[in-house]
């Protein structure tokens, strides 16, 4: 944990003479941790002389911050109108099977967390699954397994 800390301390560092540097500087420690550990927060708190309670409003308002450790893959899956229409439920489900996972959840090897999302306006590509932020559209049984087949096979090799 006192390496975590140092790296926290690096990046309050980058923040420390900004006025309210919150949402970013969380940010950062989201993308490094891949969540919010309760002691990154309790440093940032201390370290910013801001209440806890504070953090953890923000931690918990926006979506993009996490309290729970995130996979190393983050697997969202497009529900809205045309998503849906064109299978997604079906993607989904598929997807809840291969990893193991309910959506919200992260797998046990921690290389995937699973989301559902509403319309990311990329309406056309439906059904659509967006892993690590690129979009993998027009998607079918054959065509999900062999995408997540992929990622733990790129997850293999940089282990």
Request: a negative charge; proline letters at 5%; one cysteine or more.
């Amino acid at each position: 944990m006192l390496e975590e800390l140092d790296k926290v301390d690096e990046i309050i560092e980058k923040y420390i003479h900004d006025e309210a540097p919150y949402v970013p500087l969380l940010h950062d420690i989201n993308s490094e941790f891949r969540y919010l550990p309760k002691e990154a927060l309790k440093r940032v708190s201390q370290r910013l002389e801001v209440p806890l309670s504070h953090l953890f409003n923000l931690a918990t308002f926006y979506k993009c911050f996490s309290l729970e450790p995130r996979g190393e893959n983050e697997v969202q899956v497009c529900m809205g109108t045309a998503c849906h229409v064109k299978g997604s439920p079906r993607i989904l489900e598929r997807i809840c099977h291969k990893l193991q996972v309910n959506p919200g959840e992260t797998t046990e090897d921690q290389k995937f967390t699973l989301e559902t999302v509403n319309c990311v306006g990329a309406c056309a590509l439906g059904p659509l699954v967006i892993i690590n932020d690129k979009y993998e559209g027009r998607l079918s049984y054959k065509k999900i397994d062999k995408l997540l087949e992929g990622y733990h096979e790129e997850n293999n090799k940089s282990s």
